[in-house]
């Protein structure tokens, strides 16, 4: 194999991303059936996929003549490398960006042995027909027009880099957010059920759901009216004003509930006054968590929206409820 000099590495490794992108962007659009420009960056590039080319093509130097071992090694080296990056990503971000937990003999979800084979037939590809053709295409640009692609490229990796970065943290803190304020909510429930035979309220009404759909025919109206940004903020502002509405509702049920503790005796139910305390701890518990929510910039709404469109797959094994109210949001917004 040819000798490269830094730069080449580095145009190697992007046209492994692309050529990765590719592959992942027609695979998930056929199978979504309609077009996902996917990966964790904005861009057409795919790190993971680039990486694993650049792994296999480094641990397979001294044996790339025997395809057999580079079967082995080019599989071992880039599922450990899989394995690393996806656990690192759920660590950082608190979300999964591929999953294989539904895979046969996978580990942790993170790699598979299908996933595994596929990096060992992907390797044999790489080192034996693929690389010499893109090695060619690489060494045969001047060296100083090579070394100026490789370092714009960068520049423009780096950008969408942080911008998906921050994409993905403004996700991972809106998930937290809407699991704060749902496990508050399911405190209160569970409070609520275990004294309810000893106060005279409809407490079943309070078992609503939270999240209420905004029509189609008002979301396809706010598309006409305003251009593409300004019906997503709309949108995702009636969506929250809804779920704000539904939770002043539930907030006022539970305060009508806690007046009823001073009415109770203390033979119906031990220390009403409490229970009382308890109940207006969790009510501005609530409060708390729906200023949070509501106080979130649109921005950061769009992001998450945003970066889960790129991984329709992603989950969020931690905060799954959160994830779906997430997701749900994005339905009611059309691309143009």
Request: aromatic content about 10%; some cysteine; glycine content about 4%.
């Amino acid at each position: 194999m040819h000798i490269y000099t830094l730069h080449q590495w580095l145009l190697l490794f992007y046209l492994y991303c692309f050529i990765g992108w590719v592959w992942e962007s027609c695979y998930v659009s056929l199978k979504k059936h309609k077009w996902v420009n996917r990966g964790f960056l904005k861009g057409p590039l795919l790190p993971i996929y680039g990486s694993g080319a650049i792994v296999v093509l480094i641990s397979t130097l001294t044996v790339e003549k025997n395809l057999i071992l580079v079967f082995i090694i080019g599989m071992i080296s880039a599922t450990i490398l899989e394995y690393i990056t996806g656990v690192v990503m759920e660590k950082l971000f608190h979300v999964r960006y591929w999953d294989y937990t539904k895979e046969p003999f996978n580990i942790n979800g993170h790699i598979c042995l299908i996933s595994s084979l596929a990096w060992g037939v992907f390797s044999v590809l790489l080192v034996r027909f693929v690389n010499p053709n893109i090695e060619s295409l690489v060494t045969i640009i001047p060296y100083g027009i090579s070394e100026i692609i490789s370092y714009i490229i960068t520049v423009f990796i780096t950008i969408d880099g942080v911008q998906s970065f921050n994409e993905a943290m403004d996700l991972k803190n809106l998930l937290i957010k809407f699991t704060e304020r749902n496990e508050a909510i399911i405190n209160v429930k569970k409070r609520i059920e275990i004294i309810e035979a000893f106060v005279n309220e409809d407490v079943k009404s309070m078992q609503e759901k939270l999240v209420e759909k905004v029509a189609i025919k008002q979301q396809e109206a706010l598309l006409k009216k305003n251009t593409r940004k300004q019906s997503i903020e709309v949108i995702i502002r009636k969506n929250l004003e809804l779920k704000e509405e539904a939770m002043k509702g539930f907030v006022e049920k539970v305060s009508r509930y806690v007046d009823k503790f001073d009415e109770l005796s203390a033979k119906a139910i031990d220390e009403p006054s409490k229970i009382k305390a308890e109940f207006l701890e969790y009510l501005s518990k609530l409060k708390v968590h729906e200023l949070k929510i509501n106080n979130t910039e649109n921005k950061v709404y769009m992001n998450s929206i945003n970066i889960l469109r790129r991984n329709p797959n992603a989950r969020a094994k931690k905060y799954e409820e959160a994830m779906r109210e997430v997701k749900n949001l994005d339905k009611y917004i059309k691309d143009k």
